[in-house]
């Protein structure tokens, strides 16, 4: 592992490049855990959903079964960090939106700034989805958000790992929140669209202010037509 500088955002790509369907190619699996140790993204075709947890990247498929993505698998988009949380509390999560608002608790001068999370317990529901992959080069991702696979899981123990981007960044990032789930046996998870937590679960997080992107130098990238569509991005990635 590279010295990686704490809570420092490193992301490979941007939302809009997937949103244009450049997901072809990226970087590996072993360089991605170079850069950190939580975080969210995809793989090739966007086939399923990519978390990084605990020096191990898993490939979240669709109908929610899980793989670990191996050394050379590539990731043409990721967003990650070398977590170390400045701030743990046990709160209760009424529904998704109460992870904004914990995050606001505890920093509420960081509208502008980026903020990383892991929350750990057992969540009393979590409605989770997975990306199915392009079923042709350059599928756009807000097409392949109509046929996504959708579960819904009660009382789950597992982790989710999470970033709130600000709003002016849509398109670079997700704006607002962005959550990937994982059940601690490992076996299902996914994107996260709906999430209780009727018992206290264990939140951390980290305020994050300095960001490296990398782009893509392949002609896909180049050629791709990339413009920020909010409608389009909260009904995917919402
Ligand atoms: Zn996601």
Not at 59 to 77: C, M, N, T, V
Request: aromatic share 8%; glycine share 8%.
């Amino acid at each position: 592992m590279s010295p990686v500088e704490p809570n420092h955002i490193y992301q490979y790509s941007l939302v809009n490049a997937l949103m244009a369907g450049v997901s072809e190619s990226g970087i590996t699996t072993t360089q991605l855990l170079t850069k950190g140790n939580l975080g969210l993204g995809t793989f090739v075709r966007m086939d399923g959903e990519l978390l990084l947890l605990d020096d191990k990247v898993y490939q979240l498929q669709s109908h929610g079964k899980i793989r670990e993505a191996a050394a050379h698998d590539q990731i043409p988009y990721a967003v990650c960090t070398q977590f170390v949380p400045e701030h743990t509390l046990s709160v209760n999560l009424a529904h998704k939106d109460a992870v904004d608002r914990v995050l606001q608790d505890v920093n509420p001068d960081a509208e502008n700034l980026f903020m990383a999370y892991r929350i750990t317990g057992t969540f009393s529901h979590a409605r989770c989805r997975t990306v199915k992959g392009q079923e042709y080069a350059g599928q756009p991702l807000a097409e392949l958000g109509q046929s996504q696979f959708v579960a819904e899981y009660k009382d789950v123990e597992g982790t989710v790992v999470g970033f709130r981007s600000p709003r002016a960044w849509q398109g670079f990032f997700v704006a607002g929140e962005h959550l990937h789930f994982i059940s601690d046996d490992r076996t299902f998870g996914g994107h996260v669209l709906e999430l209780t937590a009727e018992q206290e679960v264990k939140f951390e997080v980290a305020t994050v202010a300095d960001v490296h992107i990398e782009l893509p130098r392949t002609k896909t990238f180049n050629a791709a037509k990339m413009e920020t569509d909010d409608m389009g991005l909260k009904s995917v990635e919402g």
